[in-house]
């Protein structure tokens, strides 16, 4: 079955740490996206990559950081530097990059929470 | 610089239509719009998605105006379980780089009702 995987679904993450929240997706799409959601609110691009070794900051990259090495795994982490990383993370991915008509397929999402 | 409208809430009665509007004044010739669904704390989901003809899949109906400016889903018979926040979505240029992101505003809350 082809999907996207994010782990893991909960992560708790003490001040002044850096967390890396995992996606992978097994469905062979070229775009992979970072969105944050707060509570009560749509959700915010964080980074963007539209193909492999490259990778773009969306409207809220400050304080986070991505990679984009195999087609497969777009991780992202939270810097120490973000400095309200409490939230839900949602990994989503398309066949083709931003400029297609084409919808996206999300993950389940890792909820973050900072203690 | 949410480029959709909707309704923030609205309630359904189980087993009744469920028609979701949006507003897009803004769509261009060649842009599709398209509708998720995200039920709490998980990752939202495709529904529908269309460009200028009427649509309609197993979940749900697209209908869009002629004019594209505004599209309604239709859920027709509600149940429990489409308890959700409905995403309309198209896309926006992403600054001055000449590629596209989808926006997600805060889409409309809608409860089914037993």
């Known amino acids: 079955d082809g999907g996207i995987t994010q782990s893991p679904k909960y992560l708790f993450r003490k001040e002044g740490q850096n967390v890396t929240l995992s996606c992978e997706q097994n469905?062979?799409?070229?775009?992979m996206y970072w969105y944050r959601q707060d509570p009560g609110q749509g959700l915010r691009l964080i980074y963007y990559?539209?193909?492999?070794?490259?990778?773009q900051k969306g409207d809220i990259a400050e304080g986070y950081s991505v990679s984009r090495e195999k087609k497969e795994s777009f991780p992202l982490t939270v810097t120490s530097a973000q400095k309200n990383p409490t939230a839900f993370y949602l990994c989503?991915?398309?066949?083709?990059?931003?400029?297609?008509?084409?919808?996206?397929?999300f993950g389940s999402g890792t909820r973050l929470t900072v203690v | 610089d949410a480029k959709t409208t909707q309704p923030t809430s609205m309630d359904c009665a189980e087993g009744r239509a469920a028609n979701l509007p949006c507003n897009h004044s803004t769509i261009s010739g060649n842009e599709y719009v398209y509708w998720y669904r995200q039920i709490h704390s998980q990752g939202p989901q495709y529904i529908i998605h269309?460009?200028?003809n009427n649509e309609t899949n197993e979940m749900a109906s697209l209908i869009i105006t002629e004019d594209r400016k505004s599209s309604t889903l239709i859920l027709p018979h509600a149940t429990l379980r489409d308890t959700a926040v409905y995403y309309c979505?198209?896309?926006?240029?992403?600054?001055?780089?000449?590629?596209?992101?989808?926006?997600f505003g805060t889409g409309t809350r809608l409860k089914v009702l037993a």
């Open positions: 989503a991915s398309s066949p083709a990059g931003v400029d297609g008509n084409y919808g996206y397929t």
């Open positions: 269309g460009l200028k």
């Open positions: 469905l062979n799409h070229d775009a």
């Open positions: 979505i198209v896309r926006a240029l992403l600054g001055t780089s000449g590629t596209y992101k989808y926006i």
């Open positions: 990559s539209q193909i492999v070794n490259d990778f």
